[in-house]
Every structure is written in structure tokens, then in C-alpha cells.
């Protein structure tokens, strides 16, 4: 596209806009009546002298199929990508179909009083990760979200002397996770705990992506996404061209529960909140 094409483009868009604009302004307004007018009347040759550049430009530049664009905006696939989608979700339904292998219940003292994972502590109704854990026994006591002490009694925080206390904050991170056997940085949860196939995603018990993929996907994003890292990336599902680089993949197969192919109304295949029955009798 020319310099000399696109000023006939503005030519014709503005000969047309003014014409127009020139018509609509009553004569004989009020001079401030005019003068907001004037102004209205130019905003809108801007707006419309810019719409027909654009229209002119995509007229006659390179359409977006020449630049490796689907003109109807649908995101295109390479074959790659698609074949280890394809291929992951084929192991997904053989997994599902054929079940876990393993022991499903986890390790658990179900008549040690903890509603919760053995590597978790009951506080204010949720489950987190000891606080013994977390500060490899240093602070044991779990005041709150947030905060691990020496004792119950311990200020939270203390501008002189020794520190009886560790405090850390943010969501999901730092003291105020879950069990580590429930995933990294997984937020507290109702008491209960997963089957030994299954993670954590915002308090629900899904099948590891882990196994359903065979290690090809093996972060949840969501509820029906597997990722093979995590970030932006998994954004967008794997093979995605347009410069995305996507590195996931959703399907409603990967929506599932633990627990496949074994019979027990306890470990029933669906997505399910953390079972006390696992973790306390």
C-alpha cells in the first residue's frame, strides 16, 4: 500500500464525512452551540477518517492466510502438537479404563484424632502443613494461617530479643499451604485427603495428570487441563501456532476422579472434595 493510495483513501473518507457533518449543524446555532458542534464534528471525522484507513489497509495489504493467519481468527494447530495431544489423551482413557495399579488408600492413622493428611494439621477448620514440617521442627505451634511459634503464647511478632515466632505472608504460599502429598503450594482444605492416584485442585480430588498422561502433562490448571509446565504457556493448548506456544491440553476425559476400575463406591472415579473416611475412622 502507497503513500499516495492511502492519502486517496483519506480524501474520500473526509469529503464524504464532511459533507455529512456539514449537513447535520443547524444554521443560525448559538455560537457556543457552534462552537461544541465544531468540536463534536471534528471528533468524529478523527474517528471516521481513521476507520477508513484501516479498511483501506486491510482491503489491499497481505491478507492474514498470507501471513500465516486463519482469516476466520480460529487459533491453527501444527501436527506436532496435535499428535501428543492426540496421543496423551489416548493413554488418559486407557488409564481410566484400566485403573490404578497401586495401593488407592493412603498411608494414614485413622484413630490418631486428625481429620486431616499425616503430614497436615487441623486450624481453624481447614488442613495445612505442619508447622513441625515447615520449620523442620524449630516452630512447631500453629497460631494462625500465617504464623508458627515456639508456643501458643508467643507474640506473633517481636522487634527485640530472640523471636519466638516464623511468619510468612501470602495466599497458598509459604505457612499457609497444604500438605506437601497433596501437591506444591496447594491452599488449606476441608479435612480429608485424596486417594494415593489423586491431587488436589482448589479442594477437589482429581487423577494425577501425572499418570493419566504418562508424565507428558503432569501439571492441573484447571479442572479438564493438564500442562507440561506451568505459566502463560498454559494458556493455550499444545501444537497452537499464531505465536502462542501453548503447552497444554483440555479435554473433558481429564475431568476425572481416582480410584478407576476397582469396584469400591469409596473410590468411585469422579472429582470429589478430600474424603475424612481416608484419614480418620
Known sequence: MTVGADMEGFAACNSDSSDEAAAEVPRGARRSSSRVARYAVGGALGVGVALCVLGVRASSGPSRAQGGFD????????????????????????????????????AEDTHDGNPCGSDEELHAGL????????????????????????????????????????TTFGMCTGHDIAG?????????????????????????CYMKCSLLTQGKYPHRTASATCCKTTGMACLAEDGASDGFNGQSITHPTLAVGGGCGDQSNTTHCKPHVPQQSVTEA
Not at 522487634?159 to 519466638?164: L, R
Open 71 to 106: 482469516p476466520s481468527g480460529t487459533v491453527v494447530f501444527n501436527a506436532d502438537g496435535q499428535a501428543s495431544v492426540a496421543a496423551a489423551l489416548k493413554t488418559a482413557t486407557d488409564t481410566e479404563m484400566q485403573g490404578y495399579q497401586g495401593v488407592l488408600k493412603p
Open 127 to 166: 488442613c495445612y502443613q505442619k508447622c513441625s514440617l515447615l520449620t523442620s521442627g524449630q516452630y512447631q505451634v500453629r497460631q494462625s494461617a500465617f504464623a508458627c511459634c515456639e508456643t501458643m503464647s508467643c507474640p506473633p511478632f517481636k522487634f527485640f530479643g530472640k523471636k519466638c515466632c516464623k
Open 180 to 204: 506437601m502429598r497433596e501437591g506444591t503450594k496447594i491452599c488449606p482444605h476441608k479435612p480429608g485427603a485424596c486417594l494415593a492416584d489423586e491431587e488436589m485442585y482448589l479442594d477437589v
